[in-house]
């Protein structure tokens, strides 16, 4: 079945790049989103890319596809201590879209 | 606009006991969705509604879990009976289509004892 795979931890120090990686199994996929979760609350949707493009850029995220490898990043410039959360990649299953499999997050901690 | 509601926020009840937890969709959003989160599993599907019709079941972990929706703004999630390993976050989300981005609302955390 489909799989999404991400590193659990990522710390970085406020003011610095962070990159969250992804990789997914299923080539049929039609979206890959990345949502982000802090802690009691629920999943807020950051961003998402159709898998026929190669990059998205939202004001401070950068979303890179590589679909041949199956490998998906979420870059986050000049990380904030609010940005520290649990960042999940999802991708929509090719047969059933609306089908979301998501990894199992990666917790970004950023430091002073 | 209001996002997703759920409730309760939390619930904390005893093996055995009946728990439901409910949600409220976006207005308009014709597809609804209940995720469990665990710290084993991650996230997953448990049933998929459209036009307050289920689609998509499969997820549902056994006969002890029921959902229901009556009307397009109101779904429930029920366990009965609870079991200890039913303890998780379950996440009510919905979309305008089924295929449209999902959102999620802040999820309601069970712990049965």
């Known amino acids: 079945g489909e799989d999404v795979e991400q590193s659990l931890f990522l710390s970085v120090r406020e003011g610095d790049s962070s990159v969250i990686n992804c990789t997914y199994t299923?080539?049929?996929?039609?979206?890959l989103y990345w949502y982000k979760q802090e802690p009691g609350a629920g999943l807020q949707l950051l961003t998402y890319?159709?898998?026929?493009?190669d990059m998205k850029q939202d004001q401070r995220l950068t979303v890179l596809l590589n679909k041949k490898d199956k490998h998906l990043s979420l870059r986050i410039a000049d990380t904030q201590t609010g940005d520290s959360a649990i960042y999940f990649c999802?991708?929509?299953?090719?047969?059933?879209?609306?089908?979301?499999?998501f990894g199992k997050g990666t917790l970004l901690t950023v430091n002073p | 606009d209001a996002g997703v509601i759920q409730s309760p926020r939390h619930e904390v009840t005893e093996m055995g006991q009946e728990v439901t937890l409910r949600c409220k969709p976006i207005?308009?959003?014709?597809?609804l969705f209940w995720y469990r989160q665990t710290m084993m599993r991650g996230l997953e599907l448990l049933i998929y509604?459209?036009?307050?019709?289920?689609?998509?079941d499969s997820g549902m972990p056994e006969d002890r879990f029921s959902a229901k929706m009556p009307n397009a703004s109101f779904s429930t999630l029920k366990i009965q009976p609870s079991e200890p390993r039913d303890s998780a976050v379950y996440f009510c989300?919905?979309?305008?289509?089924?295929?449209?981005?999902?959102?999620f609302g802040p999820g309601t955390r069970l712990t049965v004892l």
């Open positions: 299923d080539s049929s996929s039609t979206y």
């Open positions: 509604f459209n036009n307050n019709v289920p689609i998509d």
């Open positions: 999802a991708e929509s299953s090719g047969g059933s879209n609306y089908k979301l499999t």
């Open positions: 890319i159709f898998s026929n493009m």
């Open positions: 207005s308009g959003h014709n597809s």
């Open positions: 989300a919905s979309s305008r289509e089924p295929t449209d981005t999902q959102y």
